[in-house]
């Protein structure tokens, strides 16, 4: 059993099913649960601000044990629990004549054995069976389940969209009318509040998935994460003064890899949870160092100390940030621009790194950062194999806006190196000598243009806000991308 302060100082209990012996009698596709992309919830926040829908966020209590396992499968066996220990004597303590006469003893410890017929936290079948059950539930009252998310749904009230999205049991809701999520949350109590009420939130501001989601602005949409960063900063190791910051999460020397001495094993460990934790808050509220972040998640394996240097220098600068955070906001929800560059032969190993910015107006709706996982021979097969790398985001974002009921009109891939753009309007006609070689899955991107799914332009490299996310830059150019990466225009 696990006791857990929650944000609003409440102490939650919960007692859990050791579901990891089980792990070799349950195929993955039982045990895996989808839950809601973070991608989906900034794009579908991003509307609901554009369009200013009433929101609600709402928790639905004790929902796995509302769950019913299956009976007996095809094989006719049961789900039974061994309880053990003090549970046994709480167990015997709460209904005497019910439990007492099926304790037993093994090992001289008190033990009861049971059949579970609801499901349990723990359990690697609970999740699914809660998904499976309240995705029929929704489907029963006209929720229609996005093709590319399936933790996203929408309904038509009124001509106007209804639009749900998910993690296991909270639920992020939003339409025009407050109407409609009142009514939605009439119907979540009815349905699932027999245990305990629902409880829900509504208003301007929001705690959702460990962030505060705030829509006080009109037209945008705020993403803030202030209390994990001080927490981080409280828990890290080596002490962070109210004076120790930095300008920038990291300095011009982010790459290189200089002989230091490898990090003891303690050290090793804290270096992992904390560019852990870091990785976690630049996925959500704080993409401007997601650059530092992925340069460090290649060094987990075996960080030395000018690696533990580095992190330092992060968390002063999260500690001369703490209140920064994420701001979206929709020009035009029909068009879609992409930023994409690499850097080339950046790592220790020469490989490039590829840096992704994605935005529909204000701040970066998405933004990736990573090592590309092979050798490139120049800058312009870098950039081509960097394209490749984001072609799936890229072209996802489009097919999930458009099953969300909006027409996307352009989606357009922003570049820098016109060698590039060559390549990928042209495929093979623009290939030679020093680029024939080039595989050809890396000209997708050619068949994707010529299908009218995406189309390629020009970027001055002063404008190449992916820049920000492949190369650590410093000074006004690095405050001007990181302006526009976390919206921060007008704030």
Same mark, same amino acid.
């Given at each position: 059993m696990f006791l857990t302060e929650k944000n609003d100082k409440k102490i939650k209990g919960r007692l859990v099913y050791n579901g990891k012996p089980t792990r070799g009698f349950v195929n993955k596709e039982d045990s895996a649960s989808p839950t809601a992309a973070n991608e989906s919830i900034n794009i579908t926040c991003a509307i609901d601000a554009h369009e200013d829908r009433d929101v609600m966020t709402a928790d639905i209590p004790n929902a796995f044990v509302q769950t019913n396992l299956r009976k007996e499968n095809e094989i006719g066996e049961k789900v039974i629990m061994k309880v053990t220990g003090v549970l046994v004597d709480m167990l015997v303590e709460i209904d005497p004549q019910l439990f007492?006469?099926? /304790?037993? @003893?093994?090992?001289?410890?008190k033990v009861i054995y049971v059949v579970v017929l609801k499901a349990l936290y723990g359990m690697l079948i609970a999740s699914l069976l809660w998904y499976q059950k309240f995705r029929k539930d929704l489907e029963s009252i006209g929720f229609k389940f996005n093709l590319?998310?399936?933790?996203?749904?929408?309904?038509?009230?009124?001509?106007?969209? +209804?639009?749900?999205?998910?993690?296991?049991?909270?639920i992020l809701s939003s339409h025009v009318d407050s109407s409609v999520n009142d009514a939605f949350l009439k119907w979540l109590n009815q349905k699932y509040g027999?245990?305990?009420?629902?409880?829900?939130?509504?208003?301007?501001? +929001?705690?959702? *998935?460990?962030?505060?989601?705030?829509?006080?602005?009109?037209?945008?949409?705020?993403?803030?994460?202030?209390?994990?960063? /001080?927490?981080?900063l409280n828990e890290f190791p080596s002490k962070v003064?109210?004076?120790?910051?930095?300008?920038t999460p990291a300095s011009s020397s982010l790459f290189d890899d200089k002989n230091s001495k *490898?990090?003891? +094993?303690?050290?090793?460990?804290?270096?992992h949870t904390f560019v852990a934790k870091c990785l976690f808050l630049s996925k959500r509220a704080?993409?401007?160092?997601?650059?530092?972040?992925a340069v460090l998640s290649t060094r987990v394996k075996g960080p030395t100390n000018q690696d533990w240097l580095r992190l330092e220098r992060l968390m002063k600068y999260l500690n001369g940030t703490r209140t920064f955070h994420l701001t979206l906001g929709i020009d035009n929800v029909k068009v879609i621009k992409w930023f994409v560059d690499a850097s080339y032969g950046v790592h220790p190993d020469m490989k490039s790194h590829t840096g992704s910015i994605m935005t529909m107006g204000t701040g970066a709706i998405q933004s990736g950062s990573g090592k590309? @996982? *092979?050798?490139?021979?120049?800058?312009?097969?870098?950039?081509?194999v960097g394209v490749d790398d984001v072609i799936s985001k890229i072209l996802w974002t489009k097919l999930f806006i458009e099953e969300q009921e909006y027409v996307i009109e352009k989606n357009i891939l922003f570049q820098d190196n016109k060698s590039s753009i060559l390549l990928e309007t042209n495929g093979r006609k623009s290939a030679g000598k020093r680029s024939r070689h080039i595989n050809i899955r890396y000209f997708f991107v050619t068949d994707q243009v010529r299908l009218g799914n995406m189309e390629i332009r +020009?970027? @001055?490299?002063?404008?190449?806000?992916?820049?920000?996310?492949?190369?650590? *830059?410093?000074?006004?150019k690095f405050r001007e991308f990181r302006r526009m990466i976390l919206g921060m225009e007008g704030d």
């Open positions: 007492a006469s099926y /304790v037993t @003893r093994e090992n001289n410890r590319y998310d399936s933790c996203v749904a929408n309904r038509m009230i009124c001509g106007k969209q +209804h639009t749900i999205r998910f993690h296991v049991d909270d027999s245990l305990k009420e629902v409880s829900a939130t509504r208003g301007k501001v +929001h705690k959702y *998935l460990g962030m505060v989601i705030d829509f006080s602005s009109k037209g945008k949409v705020k993403f803030r994460m202030d209390d994990y960063v /001080v927490d981080m003064g109210s004076k120790d910051t930095a300008s *490898l990090l003891d +094993h303690r050290k090793k460990e804290q270096f704080r993409p401007d160092i997601q650059l530092t972040v590309q @996982r *092979l050798n490139t021979r120049s800058s312009t097969e870098a950039e081509l +020009h970027c @001055r490299t002063d404008n190449m806000f992916g820049d920000y996310m492949t190369k650590p *830059l410093q000074g006004e």
